[in-house]
């Protein structure tokens, strides 16, 4: 009986021992991310990994400093984890700030909090009484949760005060002086192209105008990133099929030479409350970044979906894609990868504007494969009258 216990006691060692490397492992993946939609979904597969055939359910409370919504995974209650009304408990809980919550039978709820601040709550329903260590374990993943939370939430607002000072420091020296000469230039090329020229002459001047009109482009995007937080965007509810009817004769204008498909598919098209010009911009700009990153043939597909409270707007197009180790900078100010031209103002501009609509901007991406752009807005009723969705429909791959 001796050896067979200390076959046990080895046992149980080398057992804990390979939850604690994969806890580790989960930590190291979490701290490298900056999605965090991958961050929760990562918590509930080691939570299930640890215990074994638990019922999970993961909530992150949201960050208004940069417009991070509130958001559950799964993003459905499913049979047997946390009901509708549970949910809104816990979410009550962590919008007060509350370190400790209501609890609920045969679940266990733990925190995900860093320095007393809730960030969220994991939630699971073993079957089983869980062990001292489970509970240690447990409390261990929701502390390396909470500080990648935590990491994100730093460096999102270092970028957005980066950005806001880079940005306020040029226009301050720049914009202003530059747009009055350049209305003179253009205006004089457009005396020349009206005269009786050869036609070199008429060529060129027209290349003149087309030149400047590109600056000028260039001067409403600079205006457009550092336009005064107290210009407040113009919203009112309307149709979301009727904004893109609205839109449509502009996106087909994109996609004219004929080689790739525009396609646009929508699952919800209800009420939204938009700044049409802000928001025809937003979406024109993606559709801007997708044409440049299709090389030939391709297809650029939007779709639209509701979920608990918000309406979730989806650009997917089959080009080059964008590396992961460059993901994380795409709303930098002036980053650019993979173009030929522009300046890197485009994402920086999709994310203020969505931002300014109370949304969130999300990006996946697989080099190769193609790009997925999501913007995260809220509807414009009442969240009870929501239409849920699959659980895990925006954590999925672009590309399934």
Same mark, same amino acid.
């Given at each position: 009986?001796?050896?067979?216990?200390?076959?046990?006691?080895?046992?149980?060692?080398?057992?804990?021992?390979?939850?604690?490397?994969?806890?580790?492992?989960?930590?190291?993946?979490?701290?490298?991310?900056?999605?965090?939609?991958?961050?929760?979904?990562?918590?509930?597969?080691?939570?299930?990994?640890?215990?074994?055939?638990?019922?999970?359910?993961?909530?992150?409370?949201? @960050?208004?400093?940069?417009?991070?919504?509130?958001?559950?995974?799964?993003?459905?209650?499913?049979?047997?984890?946390? !009901?509708?009304?549970?949910?809104?408990?816990?979410?009550?809980?962590?919008?007060?700030?509350?370190?400790?919550?209501?609890?609920?039978?045969?679940?266990?709820?733990?925190?995900?909090?860093?320095?007393?601040?809730?960030?969220?709550?994991?939630?699971?329903?073993?079957?089983?009484?869980?062990?001292?260590?489970?509970?240690?374990?447990?409390?261990?993943?929701?502390?390396?949760?909470? %500080?990648?939370?935590?990491?994100?939430?730093?460096?999102?607002?270092?970028?957005?005060?980066?950005?806001?000072?880079?940005?306020?420091?040029?226009?301050?020296?720049?914009?202003?002086? @530059? /747009?009055?000469?350049? %209305?003179?230039?253009?205006?004089?090329?457009?005396?020349?192209?009206?005269?009786?020229?050869?036609?070199?002459? /008429?060529?060129?001047?027209?290349?003149?105008?087309?030149?400047?009109?590109?600056?000028?482009?260039?001067?409403?995007?600079?205006?457009?990133?550092?336009?005064?937080?107290?210009?407040?965007?113009?919203?009112?509810?309307?149709?979301?099929?009727?904004? @893109? /009817?609205?839109?449509?004769?502009?996106?087909?204008?994109?996609?004219?030479?004929?080689?790739?498909?525009?396609?646009?598919?929508?699952?919800?098209?209800?009420?939204?409350?938009?700044?049409?010009?802000?928001?025809?911009?937003?979406?024109?700009?993606?559709? %801007?970044?997708?044409?440049?990153?299709?090389?030939?043939?391709?297809? $650029?597909?939007?779709?639209?979906?509701?979920?608990?409270?918000?309406?979730?707007?989806?650009?997917?197009?089959?080009?080059?894609?964008?590396?992961?180790?460059?993901?994380?900078?795409? $709303?930098?100010? $002036?980053?650019?990868?993979?173009?030929?031209?522009?300046?890197?103002?485009?994402?920086?501009?999709?994310?203020?504007?969505?931002?300014?609509?109370?949304?969130? !901007?999300?990006?996946?991406?697989?080099?190769?494969?193609? !790009?997925?752009?999501?913007?995260?807005?809220?509807?414009?009723?009442?969240?009870?009258?929501?239409?849920?969705?699959?659980?895990?429909?925006?954590?999925?791959?672009?590309?399934?």
């Amino acid at each position: 009986m001796k050896p067979m216990s200390q076959n046990r006691r080895r046992h149980a060692v080398e057992k804990k021992s390979a939850k604690l490397e994969a806890l580790h492992r989960v930590g190291v993946s979490l701290a490298s991310s900056f999605d965090i939609e991958a961050i929760l979904r990562q918590i509930h597969a080691a939570a299930v990994s640890l215990l074994g055939e638990v019922l999970v359910d993961v909530y992150y409370g949201g @960050f208004r400093n940069i417009n991070a919504q509130p958001r559950w995974f799964p993003a459905s209650p499913s049979s047997g984890c946390l !009901t509708h009304s549970q949910r809104l408990r816990l979410e009550r809980a962590v919008r007060a700030r509350a370190t400790e919550t209501e609890p609920i039978a045969d679940c266990k709820i733990i925190p995900i909090a860093v320095q007393d601040q809730p960030l969220g709550t994991l939630v699971v329903r073993p079957s089983r009484p869980l062990r001292q260590e489970d509970r240690g374990l447990l409390s261990i993943l929701c502390l390396q949760a909470a %500080t990648a939370l935590h990491n994100i939430h730093l460096q999102q607002e270092r970028i957005q005060f980066e950005r806001l000072s880079a940005i306020g420091r040029m226009i301050g020296s720049v914009v202003h002086d @530059f /747009r009055s000469p350049l %209305t003179a230039v253009r205006g004089y090329a457009g005396m020349l192209a009206s005269l009786a020229l050869s036609s070199d002459g /008429r060529q060129y001047s027209q290349l003149i105008i087309e030149e400047c009109d590109r600056l000028s482009a260039l001067t409403d995007e600079l205006l457009e990133l550092t336009r005064s937080s107290g210009s407040k965007p113009n919203l009112t509810a309307m149709e979301l099929g009727d904004f @893109f /009817r609205q839109i449509g004769p502009s996106l087909e204008a994109q996609f004219k030479n004929g080689q790739i498909s525009l396609d646009v598919e929508l699952g919800y098209d209800g009420p939204v409350r938009l700044d049409v010009n802000r928001m025809m911009r937003a979406v024109l700009n993606v559709a %801007t970044n997708a044409r440049q990153a299709i090389e030939g043939t391709g297809s $650029f597909t939007i779709r639209s979906k509701r979920r608990f409270g918000q309406v979730i707007l989806e650009f997917e197009d089959s080009g080059s894609g964008i590396p992961a180790g460059v993901l994380h900078r795409i $709303f930098e100010p $002036f980053f650019s990868h993979g173009k030929v031209s522009g300046v890197g103002l485009g994402m920086s501009i999709i994310q203020k504007i969505v931002e300014e609509h109370g949304g969130e !901007t999300l990006v996946s991406s697989k080099p190769g494969v193609g !790009t997925t752009v999501r913007f995260l807005l809220p509807v414009a009723e009442p969240a009870h009258q929501d239409v849920p969705s699959s659980a895990a429909e925006l954590a999925r791959d672009p590309r399934g």
